[in-house]
């Protein structure tokens, strides 16, 4: 089967994860795509294929030469940030570098002006969303592009190449992706996710990850006889958000300038709570960060009474580099194999997060390779056939042995 085949009927499943939800996976329909997946890899020859109880993946490519074992990982969640329900996805074959019409009936367009790296695919065949809800490339993509590799070796068992093992994960996007993954049991000596955007990506920094929760509890007295008395929560809350540096925010930062995003606000003149994360690839900035919140949270404390205002912080994830540092031969061995295919490499920092940062400290060296798609988590979501044929040939190359 093609890679963008599989790719195609992945994306009909819906498996949008739940970020409130406290069990793993997080939506059990993350387990209609796991079940596929298993049938798919015991079809072509994986062995040892099977879905454990938490909805996680495995499988493995037994090697025909002595080599390291070398892991491929993928996530089955898509974003929470827009539906996956009812996906309708269509492919622009021959791209000719106008603006693409997704929905003609609502005026969805994706205008090259906005999106200035359409142009790098003219002449390719592009597969869109229809407007209005995701595509699932973010990792859908990645899913089809590792098992498209393992049934090449399966298919061509002369070719040299050690074990491969594979494991596809729940609840990635909800950033629970590694805590249940047995590395036991996987017995990889490292791993790469294929997890990253437009072709020739290969990361090993990612931001250090934090969200703040910040609860704000006022006091409504009747606005006729309030005077000396209201505490307008909601104007706490957004006396709270002035005082957060404004060129801090993901739309001014770029790079490895990290950020602090209010990500939801809800709430009354009795109560009101202010969501964010907190992002920064260096660690004494991130932590800088994640101390201005405290002392933002202990002024307003001061001047409006103990109690008017809860945060509470929680550490997500953390920059896998100091971790992959020790074993930089599996990023010159990724550097190699791009170069060997044609493939420019672009070393760049990771804007985010992926399940190898988390996978990294549990004692599995995991940097991040390119999937090929563009505009995750959002309507705008599209991805090129040829850079997904062109990662599966990566993958092969980085997994066989010259």
Not at 214 to 220: H, K
Not at 234 to 259: D, R
């Amino acid at each position: 089967m093609k890679v963008h085949e599989r790719f195609l009927n992945y994306v009909k499943i819906d498996t949008q994860s739940i970020p409130e939800a406290e069990k793993i996976p997080s939506s059990e329909k993350q387990k209609d795509l796991a079940r596929l997946l298993v049938q798919e890899m015991i079809s072509i020859g994986i062995e040892d294929a099977y879905m454990d109880e938490n909805g996680y993946v495995y499988g493995k490519v037994k090697g025909n030469t002595n080599a390291p074992v070398i892991g491929f990982i993928a996530h089955m969640d898509t974003s929470p940030d827009m539906s996956v329900k009812n996906v309708k996805p269509r492919i622009v074959y021959d791209y000719d570098g106008s603006d693409i019409v997704l929905n003609e009936e609502k005026q969805i367009v994706m205008e090259t002006k906005t999106f200035e790296h359409l142009l790098k695919y003219l002449g390719q065949d592009l597969i869109v969303t229809d407007g209005t809800t995701l595509l699932g490339a973010d990792d859908k993509a990645g899913i089809a592009e590792i098992l498209t590799m393992a049934e090449y070796f399966i298919k061509n068992p002369h070719i040299k190449h050690g074990t491969i093992k594979i494991g596809f994960t729940p609840d990635e996007e909800v950033g629970k992706g590694a805590d249940l993954f047995n590395i036991e049991e996987f017995g990889a000596d490292y791993a790469y996710t294929v997890d990253g955007g437009e072709i020739g990506e290969l990361e090993y920094e990612n931001f250090n990850a934090a969200s703040a929760k910040v609860r704000i509890n006022g006091v409504n007295i009747h606005p006729g006889t309030a005077k000396n008395k209201m505490k307008n929560s909601i104007l706490i809350a957004m006396e709270f958000h002035s005082m957060l540096p404004v060129y801090e925010t993901p739309e001014n930062t770029e790079g490895y300038e990290g950020f602090s995003l209010l990500n939801e606000m809800s709430g009354n003149v009795e109560k009101t709570l202010l969501e964010y994360i907190i992002r920064d690839h260096d660690i004494d900035k991130f932590n800088a960060k994640k101390e201005r919140f405290k002392k933002i949270a202990d002024y307003l404390n001061d001047k409006y009474g103990q109690g008017t205002v809860e945060l509470k912080l929680e550490d997500s994830y953390f920059n896998m580099k100091e971790k992959i540092l020790p074993h930089m031969h599996i990023i010159e061995n990724a550097v190699e194999a791009m170069k060997n295919i044609g493939i420019e490499p672009k070393v760049v920092p990771i804007r985010g997060g992926t399940d190898g940062a988390r996978l990294s400290y549990m004692g599995l060296p995991c940097p991040n390779l390119c999937t090929g798609g563009h505009n995750f988590h959002g309507k705008y979501e599209y991805i090129p056939v040829q850079s997904m044929e062109k990662v599966v040939e990566l993958l092969i190359e980085i997994a066989r042995v010259k």
